[in-house]
């Protein structure tokens, strides 16, 4: 089953229509990191926090700085009975499976898995980690042909509720691994 989701660079006050899922970004070379009242407007769905890995150094750290980020808004990892939370790398079209290997290493290490974003055109020279989630404008919310896709960003910078968003489905695997809420 596939879910719709968004993400935005600066969040819209209200959820986009329909939406299960929630992206928005929590560091790294992003120009807006999400506050904890920008998640909080959006606790009662399946939340995912992105890291923006891109043309940075230092993946050891910047996975560090991501965990660090997740718990400083009340995010924890799972328990071992449940699914590992995911984080998910945006790379963009960047190409570099050392530095994603380490940041995913030193993710789950810290009981955290990481789901690698990045446009069709690249991602699969990237290592695929615990899943992909995949930049093709194509319109279509379904799931590309990626045998390790968990999502599909199939439309971007629509205009809602005073900003951008993109649009995305998700698949019940990418779910699984969804939080919601940070705690208050």
Do not use: C
């Not at 990191?33 to 940075?56: C, D, K, N």
């Not at 699969?124 to 999502?151: H, Q, S």
């Not at 998700?170 to 809420?181: F, K, P, R």
């Amino acid at each position: 089953m596939l879910h719709l989701g968004f993400d935005a660079s600066v969040p819209p006050g209200t959820p986009y229509p329909g939406a299960r899922a929630v992206l928005g970004y929590i560091g790294g070379n992003t120009p807006h990191v999400w506050s904890r009242g920008e998640w909080l407007a959006f606790q009662h769905l399946a939340q995912f926090p992105i890291w923006v890995g891109v043309f940075e150094d230092d993946p050891a750290g910047h996975a560090d700085e991501a965990v660090r980020a997740a718990h400083g808004l009340g995010w924890s990892d799972n328990p071992p009975s449940r699914n590992r939370r995911a984080i998910v790398l945006d790379y963009e079209t960047q190409v570099d499976p050392a530095w994603i290997n380490t940041f995913g290493a030193r993710l789950w290490r810290a009981g955290y898995e990481t789901f690698v974003y990045g446009s069709q055109s690249t991602v699969d020279e990237n290592p695929p980690k615990e899943g992909r989630v995949i930049a093709l404008y194509n319109g279509r919310p379904d799931m590309t042909g990626d045998p390790f896709a968990v999502g599909h960003q199939f439309a971007a910078n629509i205009a809602f509720d005073g900003t951008f968003v993109d649009l995305d489905v998700v698949t019940d695997t990418m779910m699984a691994h969804a939080g919601l809420g940070p705690r208050a």
